[in-house]
């Protein structure tokens, strides 16, 4: 006599198994890459952007210098390069000020005036000082420096 072994499964209960089965491995391949695209920011180092923008030797004391250079920006699988000024400015050639190129009123380029001795914004009549302060018009507050490190001579900016 044979024993029973238990319960009989019918084969449309085992077809109906091994579909779900393969149904359920199917899902996991899909949702495993979709769950990790949008947890990689969270798990991604931000290492902060330094970009060489001149020799120290180039800026003379005491004097504003405009400094062209170029960024560059990994855009996901793109590296994009930006062309960039900005104002250097040192007083004991140790220790340097990176002004941002715009004016702090409507973001309209200004110029060192030398007759003036001022920073000064045709478009609103905007006036700065050589430490960015506001001297006159409408800019609501003083230019905007950028991050700045000295590292073997270069001048770099961080951010």
């Not at 003379?60 to 210098?65: F, Q, S």
């Not at 990176?98 to 030398?114: E, G, I, Q, R, S």
């Amino acid at each position: 006599m044979a024993e029973n072994q238990g319960p009989q499964v019918s084969r449309r209960r085992f077809l109906s198994y091994i579909i779900g089965g393969v149904g359920a491995i199917i899902a996991a391949g899909v949702a495993v890459p979709v769950i990790g695209y949008f947890l990689a920011p969270a798990f991604r180092k931000n290492t902060p952007l330094v970009t060489p923008i001149g020799n120290t030797s180039d800026i003379p004391v005491g004097v504003p210098t405009k400094v062209s250079y170029e960024q560059r920006v990994r855009e996901g699988w793109y590296i994009t390069t930006h062309s960039k000024t900005t104002w250097v400015v040192t007083f004991d050639g140790v220790n340097f000020i990176a002004y941002a190129p715009k004016c702090t009123h409507l973001n309209c380029p200004y110029y060192w005036d030398p007759a003036k001795n001022e920073f000064y914004c045709p478009c609103h009549g905007g006036r700065f000082d050589i430490n960015g302060n506001v001297l006159g018009g409408p800019p609501p507050r003083p230019l905007d420096r950028l991050n700045v490190q000295v590292d073997k001579g270069q001048i770099l900016i961080v951010g």
